[in-house]
Antibody
Framework: QVHLQESGPRLVKPSETLSLTCTVS????????WIWIRQPPGKGLEWIGY???????HYNTSLKSRATVLVDTSKNQISLRLRAVTAADTAMYYC????????????????WGQGALVTVSS | QSVLTQPPSASGTPGQRVTISCSGS????????VNWYQQLPGAAPKLLIY???QRPSGVPDRFSGSKSGTSASLAIGGLQSEDEADYYC????????????FGGGTKLTVL
């Protein structure tokens, strides 16, 4: 059974870079696509970007090119970098597997990691 | 503001049937599958319904999904106290370069 675990600093200063890692266990990262989704406290879900194990990516344009998602197949990990953060980036950050039955538009997210709450504050 | 529209809240008593709606557009719900996620208090979201109306293994058949045109619905029959959670719909949107869109979430209260 695939299990995902997010890790990384939980406190980031404004204007700096948020960095998180998602470690995949119980399965190979080369089996699928992987996505980062965030949830501000008390609010709804917002996708950040997704990556195929080959390295191809697709991002939410509302983040104005601040996000980068990378894959490390040797460590079975994906990572997220979010540059120039502000208080508005304070959120629970989740990684999830995207199950893609032929086309991304038909995908769903399962399972999800437990999440990492990142606070942006000086 | 969420691209998919859900009622912010819903409620029911144990044993009742509750329905949660999810309204989108021709480029989202009207063209692509809808998935539903359940988020129990303090937990990560969990897949509840995929491909409009399919249940993953382990999800009780009390949960069902449907779709018509640009609207989708999640129905929960035989409501139980452990169903109290936030429910989110999601779909791919063909606009621009393509993007994932979510509903704002519906908080279900079991009275």
């Amino acid at each position: 059974q695939v299990h995902l675990q997010e890790s990384g600093p939980r406190l980031v200063k404004p204007s700096e870079t948020l960095s998180l890692t998602c470690t995949v266990s119980g399965g190979s990262i080369t089996s699928s696509y992987w996505i980062w989704i965030r949830q501000p406290p008390g609010k709804g879900l917002e996708w950040i970007g997704y990556i195929h194990y080959s390295g191809s990516t697709h991002y939410n344009t509302s983040l104005k090119s601040r996000a980068t998602v990378l894959v490390d197949t040797s460590k079975n990990q994906i990572s997220l970098r979010l540059r120039a953060v502000t208080a508005a980036d304070t959120a629970m950050y989740y990684c999830a597997r995207m199950i893609v039955p032929g086309a991304v538009r038909r995908a769903w997210f399962d399972p999800w990691g437990q999440g990492a709450l990142v606070t942006v504050s000086s | 503001q969420s691209v998919l529209t859900q009622p912010p809240s819903a409620s029911g008593t144990p044993g009742q049937r509750v329905t949660i709606s999810c309204s989108g557009s021709s480029s989202s719900v009207g063209s692509n599958v809808v998935n539903w996620y359940q988020q129990l208090p303090g937990a990560a979201p969990k897949l509840l319904i995929y491909n409009d109306n399919q249940r993953p293994s382990g999800v009780p058949d009390r949960f069902s999904g449907s779709k018509s045109g640009t609207s989708a619905s999640l129905a929960i029959g035989g409501l139980q106290s452990e169903d109290e959670a936030d429910y989110y719909c999601a779909a791919w949107d063909d606009s621009l370069d393509g993007l994932w869109v979510f509903g704002g979430g519906t908080k279900l209260t079991v009275l």
